[in-house]
């Protein structure tokens, strides 16, 4: 994740927030072209997934976040930050790219 990434690199991402309003073990709740948006610490690294749970159709913005994994709050299903993949017999949750800029998170639709 390269600061010196510039204007026409960041076309079609929004910003989303800061680096530092990302908590290490609970994800962040943005809006992304109108989309809920989880937004999620993993070490050093930022994730964007779905806030929707593809289990039970329900919010995972009460998650936690454990090894690189959310796992969903409503039936402890767990899906890879990465990749999106579940642990269980379930779709993936759909992921973002993101870029980090001078602080600043910024999340492609």
Known sequence: MSDELTEEHLEGFERVCTVDEVPEQMPRRVKVDGRGVLVCRSGDEIFAVDE????????????????????????????????????QRCAPVQTYEVKIVDGQVWVRP
């Open 52 to 87: 929707i749970c593809p289990h039970k159709n329900r919010s995972m913005k009460w998650g936690v976040l454990f090894q690189g994994k959310i796992i969903c709050p409503h039936h402890q299903y767990q899906f890879d930050l990465q990749t999106g993949r579940c642990n």
